[in-house]
């Protein structure tokens, strides 16, 4: 499976803890920011697939976050209130938010909505990814680094933009070949492996970026 991270920005601990857990038993990768500022510094480092965003915010609220990401992302944004004016509704709408829900609300249907709305956009990555140097763009099916065309197999190719999709995660080989190969690859985990050595020679001096965990397996991530 692709772990989907979701980045809740709510200025309540409480809040964002129980919308988190809730999250979590479903088997999404969660990320929290408690003010504005420090979700757009999340957004920029992160490969987030949804946003829960409430609009009272600490130093920007969720109307300028949402404005600021619309102007490069189509990521799905829920918007959170604790009021129920329509105009605020409608305005939420007009920034880009996709769907709007009022406090106090039942985090499992919270979380029905978070599910359907990622079936709905179908949008687990953007259609170009790019994070430490390296770009994926999945509509040419090219990879650059520094600005540079690398060439990659089909499997590399795959390879690389499962784990940029899940930066951060360990990931275990068993993981990967299930996500990679497929379920019925009958494969061993040295294939996983060697993928990943031919990998870091193709990325050069980005090699760094997939580290290996002892005992568990491999993780892409950008260090801050």
């Given at each position: 499976m692709a772990f989907k991270?979701?980045?809740?920005?709510?200025?309540?601990?409480?809040?964002r803890r129980l919308i988190g857990d809730y999250l979590k038993r479903e088997g999404f990768k969660i990320i929290e920011a408690e003010d504005g500022k420090r979700a757009l510094e999340f957004f920029k480092s992160e490969n987030i697939d949804?946003?829960?965003?409430?609009?009272?915010?600490?130093?920007?609220?969720g109307w300028t976050v949402c404005r600021e990401i619309r102007k490069s992302s189509k990521v799905p944004i829920i918007m959170l209130t604790a009021r129920s004016e329509?105009?605020?509704?409608l305005f939420g709408f007009e920034l880009g938010a996709?769907?709007?829900v009022t406090k106090p609300f039942s985090p499992k249907i919270l979380v029905a909505r978070v599910n359907a709305l990622l079936r709905r956009?179908?949008?687990?990555t953007e259609?170009?990814?790019?994070?430490?140097?390296?770009?994926?763009?999945?509509?040419s099916h090219r990879i650059l680094i520094e600005g540079n065309e690398v060439e990659m197999s089909p499997k590399e190719y795959e390879l690389l933009d499962f784990m940029v999709k899940n930066s951060g995660q360990a990931l275990t080989r068993e993981q990967i070949l299930d996500e990679v190969w497929g379920y019925d690859y009958y494969g061993d985990y040295r294939t996983v492996d060697t993928h990943i050595k031919r990998l870091r020679i193709k990325l050069?001096?980005?090699?760094?970026?997939?580290?290996?965990?002892?005992?568990i397996g491999y993780r892409f991530e950008v260090k801050k």
């Open positions: 991270k979701i980045l809740i920005v709510e200025d309540e601990e409480r809040m949804l946003i829960i965003l409430d609009i009272m915010l600490p130093e920007y609220d329509e105009s605020d509704e996709d769907e709007y956009t179908n949008i687990a259609d170009v990814v790019s994070t430490g140097g390296i770009v994926i763009d999945k509509i050069d001096k980005k090699s760094n970026l997939i580290q290996t965990v002892r005992g």
